[in-house]
């Protein structure tokens, strides 16, 4: 069973920067649907930025020209780069990943799975 594993989440002062990753372990099939959240206190989880192969990467409005969302080659492992960090920024980032099924031997559908997240914490 596919598990999405994220890192990096840490506290920081208010203009400072972190670098995420989220890795996928448990498949053998490339993904290329993945997608980052995150979700404040007393909040909606909402998108911050996806990513989808053939696809405009997108951005929430808040974090456009801050944030940049990349993916490794080769490798089923995707990272968030922050900038510039707000207090409005904190929160529990989780990774979002549309993963291959795989039934004999052949991708049967796809399964949208989430990683257990990471604490961010911006300090003004």
């Known amino acids: 069973q596919v598990q999405l594993v994220e890192s990096g989440g840490d506290s920081v002062q208010a203009g400072g920067s972190l670098k995420l990753s989220c890795a996928a372990s448990g498949s053998i099939f490339t993904i290329n649907n993945w997608g980052w959240f995150r979700q404040a206190p007393g909040k909606e989880r909402e998108l911050v930025a996806s990513f989808r192969v053939g696809a405009t990467t997108k951005y929430a409005d808040s974090v456009k020209g801050r944030f940049t969302i990349s993916r490794e080659l080769g490798k089923n492992i995707v990272y968030l780069n922050m900038n510039m960090l707000q207090w409005e920024d904190s929160g529990v980032y989780y990774c979002?990943?549309?993963?291959?099924?795989?039934?004999?031997?052949?991708?049967?559908?796809?399964?949208?799975?989430w990683g257990q997240g990471t604490l961010v914490t911006v300090s003004s």
């Open positions: 979002n990943a549309d993963v291959p099924v795989v039934v004999g031997g052949k991708v049967d559908r796809y399964e949208e799975v």
